[in-house]
């Protein structure tokens, strides 16, 4: 699977931005796959974001983006992640990952580890200013 991240850039603090990850792979289904969204910020480890297990309908949030970010898929092969009110703590080059799985066949009450997740995407810079 192939992974086409997209739509980062540089705003104000409470600006938003609009990331899609766009997968590309023979027969990839949102049945197999499930997408993640992860940032890491310059000298920091990566984090999660969000996750979605697309034709499930099940997502979850870091606690730090709750009720900010919005995650959301085409049922096709494209997965975005809506960033509204954003803050400069929000500065990082963001990730989307794949993951073979359904969460809730799995029983997932949070998102896959980072370790969990297959296939990368490059990543977008996103810098938000104060």
């Known amino acids: 699977v192939q992974l086409q991240a997209s739509g980062g850039g540089s705003v104000q603090a409470g600006g938003s931005l609009r990331l899609s990850c766009a997968a590309s792979?023979?027969?990839?289904?949102?049945?197999?796959?499930?997408i993640g969204w992860f940032r890491q910020a310059p000298g920091k480890e990566r984090e999660g974001v969000s996750c979605i297990s697309g034709n499930e309908g099940i997502a979850f949030y870091d606690n730090s983006v709750k009720g900010r970010f919005a995650i959301s898929s085409d049922q096709k092969n494209t997965v975005y992640l809506q960033m509204d009110s954003l803050r400069p703590e929000d500065t990082a080059v963001y990730y989307c990952a794949a993951f073979i799985g359904r969460f809730r066949e799995e029983g997932r009450r949070s998102c896959p580890a980072l370790s969990e997740f297959e296939f990368w995407g490059q990543g977008t810079e996103v810098t938000v200013s104060s």
């Open positions: 792979a023979p027969g990839f289904t949102f049945e197999v796959y499930a």
